[in-house]
């Protein structure tokens, strides 16, 4: 076949916690933080179940509500006090020294950034309600009517609130095409899955040298080049750099890159898998799934 399903080990290498099962999955979050923080120096992750407050603290952070909603209040001696509605999919950023209070728990994954926040980065960003924020198809997600909202990006052409240390939009994937963000340069990514369409799933693989040199594949290599995962709603992925990766059939995800997402760092392989399927006469269910709008040339976005 053509991809296979994902191994323990393999889940491993790429760090999944599945943080919506019943009690969560502290074992699997503390894998992924160790992982994520050894990769992204002055960088940390952590998740939250049933979150109420947070207190301040000297760096900023990153907070993105992932189940439930609630009135919130992030509040600092020196700025006074500042509140919103916030429900799944929306992002609050504190500044050090501000804490955190909500009148009903949420569940909530932190990220913990290095760099000061641009004063111009609001408290609140919720992508469903800024009228700043329209769907822009693009990227992973390139349809006609995408569902793919910027909260927060690189370049101030692609969306109103800009800071290079993290960026987020929040997606619905039908029909990505299959890349890997390069190591040297790029930037890691991690998908908060919000919602899994019927038949929703991601495609990784840990062979990009292999593929990428796809006239030295075999019939034999083929079958375990990619695999296939089916997410949860509340899973976190950690894809680092490098990793070939490639979401179908309606998977809604917040996707946090660490760093900001920087252009030209998304480089597309279905053109090589195309070859490998050509080549060694692969077909129908053995044959490596792939976007075909994509397969004909090379692609860096």
């Given at each position: 076949m053509g991809q296979q399903p994902m191994t323990d080990s393999q889940r491993a290498m790429i760090q999944i916690a599945r943080l919506g099962r019943e009690g969560g999955d502290e074992e699997g979050m503390q894998a992924l933080a160790e992982a994520f923080a050894a990769r992204n120096p002055g960088y940390f992750i952590k998740s939250a179940a049933a979150?109420?407050?947070?207190?301040?603290?000297?760096?900023?952070?990153?907070?993105?509500?992932?189940?439930?909603?609630?009135?919130?209040?992030?509040?600092?001696?020196?700025?006074?006090?500042?509140?919103?509605?916030?429900?799944?999919?929306?992002?609050?950023?504190?500044?050090?020294?501000?804490?955190?209070?909500?009148?009903?728990?949420?569940?909530?994954?932190?990220?913990?950034?290095?760099?000061?926040?641009?004063?111009?980065?609001?408290?609140?960003?919720?992508?469903?309600?800024?009228?700043?924020?329209?769907?822009?198809?693009?990227?992973?997600?390139?349809?006609?009517?995408?569902?793919?909202?910027?909260?927060?990006?690189?370049?101030?052409?692609?969306?109103?609130?800009?800071?290079?240390?993290?960026?987020?939009?929040?997606?619905?994937?039908?029909?990505?095409?299959?890349?890997?963000?390069?190591?040297?340069?790029?930037?890691?990514?991690?998908?908060?899955?919000?919602?899994?369409?019927?038949?929703?799933?991601?495609?990784?693989?840990?062979?990009?040298?292999?593929?990428e040199s796809a006239e030295t594949v075999s019939a034999e290599d083929a079958a375990g080049l990619i695999q296939a995962f089916t997410p949860e709603v509340g899973d976190l992925m950690y894809i680092p750099r490098g990793v070939i990766h490639r979401a179908v059939g309606g998977v809604l995800a917040q996707v946090v890159t660490v760093p900001g997402f920087k252009p030209g760092f998304e480089v597309g392989v279905d053109h090589h898998l195309r070859a490998i399927n050509e080549r060694l006469g692969l077909e129908g269910e053995d044959a490596l799934p792939l976007q075909q709008s994509s397969s004909v040339g090379p692609v860096i976005k």
């Open positions: 979150l109420s407050s947070m207190e301040p603290c000297e760096g900023a952070r990153a907070v993105f509500i992932t189940c439930g909603e609630a009135q919130a209040k992030v509040s600092a001696p020196e700025v006074g006090e500042r509140s919103s509605e916030l429900s799944v999919g929306d992002l609050m950023w504190l500044r050090g020294g501000e804490s955190l209070s909500l009148d009903r728990p949420c569940d909530v994954v932190v990220f913990t950034v290095p760099s000061e926040l641009p004063v111009p980065l609001p408290t609140f960003i919720r992508p469903d309600h800024d009228p700043k924020i329209t769907d822009t198809p693009g990227g992973c997600a390139e349809e006609e009517r995408a569902y793919r909202r910027i909260l927060v990006t690189w370049l101030a052409e692609n969306g109103p609130y800009t800071y290079e240390g993290l960026n987020a939009h929040r997606v619905r994937m039908w029909n990505s095409f299959s890349h890997y963000h390069p190591p040297s340069g790029g930037f890691d990514e991690l998908y908060i899955i919000q919602d899994v369409e019927e038949g929703g799933h991601v495609y990784i693989s840990l062979a990009r040298e292999q593929i």
